[in-house]
């Protein structure tokens, strides 16, 4: 992971803590500015006659805020990276933080370390926050202790419904996992909790209405509307996501080959494909003189080559270069397999045993019609 990470748009570098680089989101000062209005007249209440500054009063509290959402982030990032996931960047937004884990858990345990410090940090920094409170006089530094206090708590709890893209989500699908053995399973269980939650979201400012007949107000409509829009996209998602990936372990590159025939590479093309016919091969490998593997030829560029000049071309003119990506094993399957042929690209690959001798060669036309045939 030493290569060089090209940052988020939008985004600025404030530091480096625990390995990880911590960004901050244009979009996190215009919550700070907001914060800053909406505290400066209360903090002109505790203190007043301070003008101007209690903007700055105000705006130092926000930096103290998402200085507390920062150490949840943290707590993520040391969780995951002692159990030896590859941590990313930690990027500070308008909604809270997010800390960029860089290949999924690889078990339940895992899964549920990492999702649950953070609430728990959170939780932890609320009672902490509002233990000091009791034994701090009247003044700035109660008011920013007790905002700290409750922001904190609301935070660690609401984190923990368990609704993905929420930590909570990530707790309910390591316990899925964990008693049903099956990683999918606890990804669409949780995706689903994140739709439930989505829609008690959108009805929440409502119940109010239900009660005393007065409307929400706009604000709360729009914020739970944002919100639920957030819960049910990360739901949908993830539920997405694992129902193709649970169906994935049914591709297997060998059941998937085509016969293959191998030719010199100076071989006329219209004696190569007339080879091929006579040997019912949907493929073509052109070998060196010594034998050994040199290219395979390239469906869409042998339709293009008019068939009258086939007889005076080298079967190597519509030939791709063999390299290392476009030789795999025989015994690639499920997702390494669609990693492989997506990191690489279209085409034809040449399927090799652990031996070294020649499988056959996989087309990824063929692939994406297994594939489609897997998702039914
Ligand atoms: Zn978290």
């Keep these: 992971m030493s290569s060089p990470r090209t940052r988020p748009p939008g985004t600025i570098r404030i530091g ?26 209360v903090v002109d209440q505790v203190r007043p006659g301070l003008g101007a500054l209690a903007y700055v009063a105000g705006f130092a509290f926000a930096v103290l805020l998402y200085g507390s959402v920062l150490l949840h982030e943290i707590s993520h990032a040391l969780m995951a990276r002692r159990l030896g996931l590859p941590v ?17 858990s690889r078990s339940s345990r895992e899964e549920l370390l990492v ?5 728990l940090t959170s939780l932890a920094v609320g009672g902490l926050a509002l233990g000091l409170v009791q034994l701090t006089p009247e003044g700035l530094p109660r008011l920013a202790l007790e905002g700290l206090a409750g922001a904190n708590l609301v935070v660690g709890v609401l984190n923990l419904v368990p609704a993905f893209p929420l930590d909570g989500g990530r707790v309910l699908r390591a316990v899925v996992w964990r008693f049903s053995g099956d990683r999918h399973r606890g990804s669409i269980v949780a995706g689903w909790g994140g739709r439930v939650a989505a829609v008690a979201a959108i009805a929440y400012p409502w119940l109010g209405t239900l009660r005393t007949g007065a409307a929400p107000s706009v604000v709360d409509v729009l914020l739970f509307a944002f919100v639920a ?18 169906r994935l372990p049914a591709l297997h590159a060998r059941g998937l080959a085509r016969r293959t025939i191998a030719v010199p590479a100076d071989l006329p093309l219209a004696e190569a494909v007339r080879r091929a ?23 869409p560029a042998l339709l293009a080559t008019p068939e009258e000049r086939w007889p005076w071309m080298a079967v ?23 990693e492989a042929v997506t990191a690489t690209g279209p085409g034809e690959y040449l399927l090799v045993e652990q031996d070294g001798g020649v499988h056959g060669v996989l087309v990824t036309t063929d692939l994406d019609a297994a594939f489609r045939e897997a998702l039914g």
């Design 115 to 119: 999702a649950v410090v953070g609430p």
């Design 88 to 104: 990313g960047d930690i990027t500070l937004h308008f909604l809270g933080g997010m800390t960029q884990i860089e290949e999924e």
């Design 229 to 246: 829009a957030f819960l049910w996209q990360g739901g949908s998602q993830a539920i997405a996501s694992a129902k193709i990936r649970r």
């Design 316 to 338: 190597s003119t519509v030939a791709r270069t063999l390299d290392g990506p476009r030789v795999l094993a025989a015994d690639l399957a499920g997702e390494a397999l669609v």
């Design 16 to 41: 480096t803590i625990a390995g990880s680089d911590v960004l901050v989101s244009g979009s996190w000062f215009l919550i700070a500015g907001l914060i800053a209005l909406l505290m400066a007249p």
């Design 277 to 299: 016919r006579e040997a019912q091969a949907g493929a073509i490998l052109t070998t060196t003189p010594d034998g050994s593997p040199a290219g395979l030829v390239h469906e």
